[in-house]
């Protein structure tokens, strides 16, 4: 049978090795990459394709939640993703996410009957979904796994960048470059450096990834960078028409004038 391919991300050089040793004692596994960061990862996951990817959670550019975001959001544009399995020191809160939601993980330092155990339950994982491909069922994003990222992302750091994708190729929007945001059916336009770079996510989605204390919701169907406010004229009813330093304009509604108010006095 031919060897299932293995990706490790882990900014750590040990728990890589760690890693690259534990699997070495299954021959039926082969290390196809490494990579010491999260943006790093999303660009060789989609280039290889591999069947298993060990994700370290905290990682530097691209944190291991926003890369697992970012396949799940593939697998629902119907790409093939890989199996995942979460790599993390001790962290309560995440621990319990995954045992409810029965995502699996190892945890720091890697014990061999855990990893095992997790490479057993990775490999069941995998024949199934080949299963399902050869009798012609589409992919789809893994339900347990959408639930355990809804729960891991309010503990986590805001992400530093976004993964987006279009005909011409993968782009990651740094979220310090991001002047606002609108909705756009199932998509969310950021708009950043004159370019709009369409992501597959709600506007309360990309909301809570976006740091409170720089982006307001103004509108249901807008959020702002309150640094690249140019100019700010009171309008009906306690709305706003909000000037954006790229030229754009944006009415506010009343309900969200208040927050929009306190961050920019």
């Known amino acids: 049978m031919t060897a299932l391919t293995v990706l490790l991300a882990d900014d750590e050089p040990l728990a890589r090795r760690r890693l690259r040793a534990l699997l070495a004692r299954h021959a039926d596994y082969d290390v196809v990459a490494e990579c010491e960061d999260g943006v790093e990862a999303v660009e060789r996951i989609l280039a290889l394709r591999p069947d298993l990817v060990f994700l370290d959670i905290h990682m530097p550019e691209l944190d291991g939640v926003a ?4 396949l799940a959001a593939e697998a629902e544009r119907g790409g093939a993703v890989p199996v995942l399995v979460f790599v993390t020191a001790y962290d309560a809160h995440a621990v319990r996410a995954f045992d409810l939601n029965a995502v ?11 990893f095992d155990r997790a490479l057993a339950r990775a490999g069941e994982r ?25 729960e891991l992302r309010p503990a986590s750091t805001y992400p530093a960048r976004f993964v987006v994708r279009d005909s011409k ?3 990651f929007v740094r979220a ?7 909705a756009d059916g199932n998509y969310v336009g950021l708009w950043a450096r004159g370019r709009r770079h369409l992501l597959r996510e709600t506007m309360k989605g990309i909301e ?8 307001v919701r103004v509108h249901r169907s807008a959020i702002v960078n309150v640094d690249r406010v140019k100019r700010l004229e009171p309008w009906a009813h306690g709305e706003y028409v909000i000037t954006m330093e790229d030229g754009a304009r944006i009415t506010s509604s009343r309900t969200h004038g208040t927050r929009l108010q306190e961050l920019l006095r």
């Open 67 to 70: 890369v697992a975001e970012a």
């Open 104 to 114: 699996d993980y190892v945890l720091k330092p890697i014990d061999v009957e855990r």
């Open 126 to 150: 995998i024949a199934a979904r080949r299963a399902a491909v050869g009798s012609g069922d589409a992919p789809a994003a893994d339900a347990a796994l959408r639930a355990v990222l809804a």
């Open 169 to 171: 190729g993968l782009y």
């Open 176 to 182: 310090d470059e991001i002047d606002h945001v609108d």
């Open 208 to 215: 809570a990834k976006l740091d409170p204390a720089r982006f």
